[in-house]
T-cell receptor, first 114, second 114 residues
Framework: AQTVTQSQPEMSVQEAETVTLSCTYD???????LFWYKQPPSRQMILVIR??????QNATENRFSVNFQKAAKSFSLKISDSQLGDTAMYFC???????????FGDGTTLTVKP | KAGVTQTPRYLIKTRGQQVTLSCSPI?????VSWYQQTPGQGLQFLFE???????NKGNFPGRFSGRQFSNSRSEMNVSTLELGDSALYLC?????????????FGPGTRLTVL
């Protein structure tokens, strides 16, 4: 069974600064995807960034980037130039491409302060 | 394109009753996944339907069931409701199987069991 651990229940950052959210996972699978999802206070979950396990290059989407360390089973999210709209709960998710089951971490609540 | 819609948005039931939740995916999406979100257990995968067939199932009792129609709309049913079933139920749709594709989430149905 897969497990996903987000060790930081809450974090805060000043507007315009950089913050890193951590995520570790445990699996014996080789084929999988990793995702970061954002759930703002309005509750609609949206995808932030996706990483295929077979790709060594770290995924980047504008101000969001990941540090994917496959051997260490680590998948952290870096948010640069934090904005007030980044305030949300962030979930790290693992998807086994063979079984198709998604496993989510418990989430990190990020607050961006003005 | 319209996003994923879920009905109803809020629901109050009593123990022992049954409930049916509905999810309409984004047009063209063939996969619908269901998740239960609670403060204590986080986000847990219930099941995924693709082309009217259940493709994956999480670790939930048989009281939780679902189905998908030919137009990809999906329903989830919970029978003999328990207090612990109170949660936000999210559905997510994707073009193909969730294990390979980005999922788009609906706003959720907030179920309260009294």
């Amino acid at each position: 069974a897969q497990t996903v651990t987000q060790s930081q229940p809450e974090m805060s950052v000043q507007e315009a600064e950089t913050v890193t959210l951590s995520c570790t996972y445990d699996t014996s699978e080789n084929n999988y995807y990793l995702f970061w999802y954002k759930q703002p206070p309005s509750r609609q979950m949206i995808l932030v960034i996706r990483q295929e396990a077979y790709k060594q290059q770290n995924a980047t989407e504008n101000r969001f980037s990941v540090n994917f360390q496959k051997a260490a089973k680590s998948f952290s999210l870096k948010i640069s130039d934090s904005q007030l709209g980044d305030t949300a709960m962030y979930f790290c998710a693992f998807v086994n491409t063979n079984a198709g089951k998604s496993t989510f971490g418990d989430g990190t609540t990020l607050t961006v302060k003005p | 394109k319209a996003g994923v819609t879920q009905t109803p948005r809020y629901l109050i039931k009593t123990r022992g009753q049954q409930v049916t939740l509905s999810c309409s995916p984004i047009s063209g999406h063939r996969s619908v996944s269901w998740y239960q979100q609670t403060p204590g257990q986080g986000l847990q995968f219930l099941f995924e339907y693709f082309s009217e067939t259940q493709r994956n199932k999480g670790n939930f009792p048989g009281r939780f069931s679902g189905r998908q129609f030919s137009n990809s709309r999906s329903e989830m049913n919970v029978s003999t409701l328990e207090l612990g079933d109170s949660a936000l139920y999210l559905c997510a749709s994707s073009t193909g199987l969730a294990g390979h594709n980005e999922q788009f989430f609906g706003p959720g149905t907030r179920l309260t069991v009294l």
